[in-house]
């Protein structure tokens, strides 16, 4: 039996752009695009018509942008995952993208060569953001902060595993603490390197580990 296809909703208002995106998309045999949209207005429609598991959305749109598709999302039963498409590096459109929901922050100059890789990594509940703009979630953090010295054993584990993107729930058991000690280690950590917001953790952990060779 062929496995169900990822079914895609694409929004950008530039029509070649998309076309591109479309043809990358259709090449690969994981993903379907069964809605194209030219604003956020019409994004929201196919969306909540289609009910599509990924709507990839361009971050600049007439009538509503990417952003305020988000907010909107929010109060939707059952949003599909986001990822946003952007021409921008701006760290404050990047933590609003992460605020408001989106699992994937794809910049335009490399998005056909990333699309597939971040739409596999979104598909099973990770967070995908493009390399040439992660690294401003821990801007500022690495030249103060360049070892774990500062970490106890346990938190040092739970950092290792947060690297490895484990959700709390899977370092709980493999740990064997409770959710509630996963999360206040984890908060006891963002303290102690600086890093706010839902996801500057795994991102700040992902990069130290890629960097140093810390796993």
Known sequence: MLKEKVTIV?????PIFRRGLVDTLEDAEAYHVVGE???GNEAIA???RLKPHIAILDISMPQRDGLDVLVKAQH????PIFVILTLYDDESYLKKALEYGAKGYLLKDNAETELITCLDMVSIGKTYLSPGVAWRLVEGTEQSHDSLEQLSTAERRIFTL????KTNAEIAELLSVSIRTVQNH????????GLSGAHALTQFAARFSDSTGAN
């Open 37 to 39: 949209a030219g604003d």
């Open 162 to 165: 947060v690297s490895e993107f």
């Open 186 to 193: 984890r908060s006891n950590i963002c303290k102690k390197f």
């Open 10 to 14: 694409l929004a950008d208002d530039h």
């Open 76 to 79: 939707w039963a059952s949003p």
């Open 46 to 48: 196919l969306i909540t």
